[in-house]
């Protein structure tokens, strides 16, 4: 795991926790550092911060990215509001923590991204949309060939994040079932982080603007106080 915090107390306590819970980590102070270890040993994942002199975490983001290197990366920020967070996604990045973060939640989020790294992500056991010979999953007009990562509404390739293309994926795997807010954080994220989350609302709001189509009918839609479907009204 590679680690880049330019806060020297937050850098070495985080060293310390994941160290601790096992992981194999090298840390560095600034996105230079960063860049260049991660040319150098390439790791399993990232852990980067946004807010880092000369090169930030974006930008090391945008680089990596830019380079074809898929490498999960989740980003600690201090900036809470939805267009700070969409500026990490935008930039390539799988999953954000807020600062301050309970490092309870950092594991989680990590195991997460390893899981997803490791294997799709699945449905409930009820999957309703049907899987083609070749491996891929349909439902209204999107497609998704989970082996190579790739999706499509219609004849237009998606360009999503991991975390987003897991989230459709599991949202296709059971269109037409509702999903409650418990299920999709254990299935997207192995935690629940509970009612006061944004984390959840950013990635449906975010991914709808990729998916959706002008003229054509929305896909994802919320169920108040439940969760998400996707569906064809």
Request: some cysteine.
């Amino acid at each position: 795991m590679l680690l880049a915090e330019d806060d020297r107390a937050i850098r070495h306590a985080l060293e310390r926790a994941l160290t601790l819970e096992g992981y194999e980590v090298t840390a560095v102070a600034d996105g230079v550092e960063a860049i260049a270890q991660a040319h150098r040993s390439a790791p399993d994942i990232l852990v980067l911060d946004v807010m880092m002199p000369g090169i930030d975490g974006l930008q090391v983001c945008r680089v990596l990215r830019a380079e074809g290197d898929r490498t999960p990366i989740l980003m600690l920020t201090a900036l809470v509001e939805t267009p700070d967070r969409i500026a990490g996604l935008d930039a390539g990045a799988d999953d954000y923590v807020v600062k301050p973060f309970d490092v309870d939640e950092v594991f989680a989020r990590l195991r997460a991204l390893l899981r997803r790294t490791n294997g799709a992500a699945w449905g409930d056991g009820r999957d309703a949309a049907p899987t083609e010979p070749d491996g891929q999953v349909a439902a209204a007009d999107l497609r998704m060939d989970p082996q190579a990562r790739r999706a499509w509404r219609g004849e237009r390739e998606l360009e999503l994040t991991r975390t987003e293309f897991d989230l459709l994926e599991l949202l296709v795997r059971n269109a037409g079932i509702v999903l409650d807010h418990a299920t999709i954080y254990d299935r997207i994220w192995g935690y629940d982080f509970g009612p006061g989350s944004k984390n959840l609302a950013v990635y449906v709001g975010y991914l709808r603007r990729k998916v959706d189509e002008p003229g054509a009918p929305s896909l994802i839609h919320t169920v108040r106080g439940v969760g998400y479907v996707l569906r064809e009204d």
